[in-house]
T-cell receptor, first 114, second 113 residues
């Protein structure tokens, strides 16, 4: 089953706090794990991505932690700001006969309060 | 500006009518994709195309059709056979089928009246 499970469904964090979103997958054929950020009425934008041979990747305030043995990965947003309020999707990609296919989690609505 | 454009932004359709959503990219990308987004369900793949004149069904292709006559264009037709067409439709592209990174357009919100 090519599923990616994401939690929580929604998250409220105070300004300056740490936002943590978790994802889990089953299929070990997945080899690329991106996170997308989506604002209301807009298309998703790639935020940060990781491959399974790396346990952590940091870009500015955004960090992906990856646990290959547990088949889990998470997004940490440090010093969360009101402008970070958006929906975040994790995804996993695998090679198929038709090229790389992305499977998305169900999304997390993040609200950062002042 | 390089990017992906989708039109229209909002679309209303009567039941029983076919409707075509436009997707154009000037990124010179080989691969293009159509996703459907519903609240609480993430993005689900409808169709994708690796090269011109070739496309494959995704996970939820029933009731949809596509064409890829030009590299920069990948229109999606929502047919009357699609039982629940009201959704937010997103087009994406990548440099090629072997490239992981997909870039998304701004989306079209389709409402069936």
């Amino acid at each position: 089953q090519q599923q990616v499970k994401q939690s929580p469904q929604s998250l409220i964090v105070q300004k300056g706090g740490i936002s943590i979103i978790n994802c889990a997958y089953e299929n070990t054929a997945f080899d690329y794990f991106p996170w997308y950020q989506q604002f209301p009425g807009k298309g998703p934008a790639l935020l940060i991505a990781i491959r399974p041979d790396v346990s952590e990747k940091k870009e500015g305030r955004f960090t992906i932690s990856f646990n290959k043995s547990a088949k889990q990965f998470s997004l940490h947003i440090m010093d969360s700001q009101p402008g970070d309020s958006a929906t975040y999707f994790c995804a996993a990609s695998m090679k198929t006969g038709g090229g790389n296919k992305l499977t998305f989690g169900t999304g997390t609505q993040l609200k950062v309060e002042l | 500006d390089g990017g992906i454009t989708q039109s229209p932004k909002y679309l209303f359709r009567k039941e029983g009518q076919n409707v075509t959503l436009s997707c154009e990219q000037n990124l010179n990308h080989d691969a293009m994709y159509w996703y459907r987004q519903d609240p609480g369900q993430g993005l689900r793949l409808i169709y994708y195309s690796q090269i011109v004149n070739d496309f494959q069904k995704g996970d939820i292709a029933e009731g949809y059709s596509v064409s890829r006559e030009k590299k920069e264009s990948f229109p999606l037709t929502v047919t009357s056979a699609q039982k629940n067409p009201t959704a937010f439709y997103l087009c994406a592209s990548s440099a090629g089928a072997s490239y992981n990174e997909q870039f998304f357009g701004p989306g079209t919100r389709l409402t069936v009246l």
